[in-house]
């Protein structure tokens, strides 16, 4: 009897060891168990900062782990590749940038350290910041169209200011004068802060920007929006005409997404993604967006992937018409 009572304790042992074992193992490995971090490659307050820490609040809520957001600003982007290249491929670690990263910067720059379709995994698109053709009030357009007459009627006697040589700012007006023919002078700035007030004061005739540097000067009379250089007309300005109405096709919207390095677990990507594209429907999430000039998109993998592509072809093209040469 003592062996009979001994061997079935041992049996009850040993079938409880075996439900108790995976209940360890999947409380262990339930994803995510610690906090997940953010790289963003600029410094805090530009438009991929921006972005990252209004998503990071609400993905931390929805997560029940605390998301942080770190940033690495430095060598065009290479630092924050770097980051992300020496983590753990665990899904704790994303970068966070703008499509320039890939577009802009290897066209521009030799031996960055770090390619696109070798080292990152697209995991959401999060959110566009299209910018705004605007004029001064000295300038006699009121839309695109009027413009578009004025630069052909007069060329070489416009000038635009921009953001500074490579810029999307810049390139977006390059792309613009290629498909249409026209000459307009470049007057090159240090940043929006320089370029919108020398629009203001009448040192160039238009630019491009995004609408919270511009907004209070158009209220004022002070400037009008002709045209975005988005794919289509945002929400922001609704009556504001998409230059891709007169030229298909033309998208030059800077975009903003979540990206892992090579390696990732596909289980990690999709739960970001997922959670990600909820949260860019939350309509406080949208009216937080909006007022920074941002709309939200929260698109998976595949849809980023395809930006990304099709952003590269254009800023390629644009670059080449703008006859910047890698350095």
């Known amino acids: 009897m003592k062996q009979r009572r001994f061997i079935l304790l041992g049996t009850a042992a040993a079938m409880a060891g075996s439900f108790m074992l995976p209940m360890s193992a999947h409380a262990q490995g339930a994803y995510p168990n ?74 521009i720059y030799k031996n960055l350290g770090y390619d696109y379709k070798r080292d990152f995994m697209p995991v959401s698109l999060a959110a566009r910041a299209p910018l705004y053709l605007a004029a001064n ?28 040589i490579g810029s999307t700012h810049h390139l977006t007006m390059e792309a613009l004068k290629a498909a249409l023919g026209l000459q307009i002078t470049h007057v090159p700035f240090r940043g929006s802060g320089q370029s919108v007030p020398a629009l203001i004061g009448g040192q160039v005739d238009v630019l491009f920007s995004a609408l919270p540097s511009l907004a209070g000067f158009v209220k004022a009379g002070q400037a009008r929006l002709l045209a975005t250089n988005a794919a289509n007309r945002s929400s922001q300005e609704p009556n504001v005409q998409a230059i891709a109405e007169i030229i ?19 289980s990690a990507i999709e739960r970001i993604s997922t959670e990600m594209a909820q949260i860019a429907k939350m309509p406080e999430v949208m009216q937080t967006l909006n007022k920074a000039g941002i709309d939200p998109i929260g698109g998976g993998p595949s849809d980023y992937n395809n930006a990304i592509l099709s952003e590269n072809e254009r800023l390629a093209k644009a670059i080449a018409a703008a006859g910047i040469k890698a350095e």
Not at 68 to 92: E, F, H, M, S
């Open 137 to 164: 009030d000295k300038v006699p357009v009121n839309n695109l169209q009027e413009f578009i007459a004025l630069a052909k009627a007069k060329p070489g006697t416009l000038n635009y200011g921009s953001s500074g």
């Open 248 to 266: 298909p096709g033309f998208d030059f919207a800077p975009i903003v997404g979540v990206l892992a390095a090579t390696g990732t677990p596909a």
């Open 34 to 107: 610690r906090p997940i971090k953010f790289v963003v490659p600029y410094s805090p307050g530009g438009l991929p900062d921006t972005v990252a820490r209004i998503f990071a609040q609400r993905l931390g809520d929805k997560l029940g782990q605390s998301v942080v957001v770190d940033n690495r600003p430095g060598a065009n982007g290479v630092v924050a590749a770097q980051v992300l290249a020496t983590a753990p491929k665990d899904g704790y670690t994303f970068l966070v940038t703008d499509g320039s990263m890939f577009s802009i910067n290897p066209a």
